[in-house]
């Protein structure tokens, strides 16, 4: 069964630091870009940062340039995004997902995070 476990949210204060898991099983997460989008509730879904499944090169939205570091363990099939400097804008559901080179893409059911003093 193929399925995609995000993990690692909660509540941090302003400033603190959190890092999300996502856990794959049932693939192979190195033959996919991974990524990371985040969603406020009756909002758009926003794109956060994906690393390539090749060259394990990554990119950033603007908002977490900097202050988010998004890398892979292809031995645990888990990615993980470390998020410092968190701000209350970053107060979000993060959705993690995995496309491959042939347009295959899943979803995980998303960890809550949320900054807050």
């Known amino acids: 069964q193929v399925q995609l476990v995000e993990s690692g949210g909660g509540l941090v204060q302003p400033g603190g630091s959190l890092r999300l898991s996502c856990a794959a099983s049932?693939?192979?997460?190195?033959?996919?870009?991974m990524r990371w989008y985040r969603q406020v509730p009756g909002k758009e879904r926003n794109f956060v940062a994906s690393?390539?499944?090749?060259?394990?090169?990554?990119l950033y939205g603007d908002s977490v340039k900097g202050r988010f570091t998004l890398s892979r363990d292809n031995a645990k099939n888990t990615v993980y995004l470390e998020m410092n400097s968190l701000k209350p804008d970053d107060t979000a559901i993060y959705y993690c997902?995995?496309?491959?080179?042939?347009?295959?893409?899943?979803w995980g059911n998303g960890t809550l995070v949320t900054v807050s003093s």
């Open positions: 049932g693939f192979t997460l190195s033959r996919y870009t």
């Open positions: 690393i390539s499944s090749t060259s394990g090169s990554t």
């Open positions: 997902n995995a496309l491959s080179k042939f347009g295959l893409t899943f």
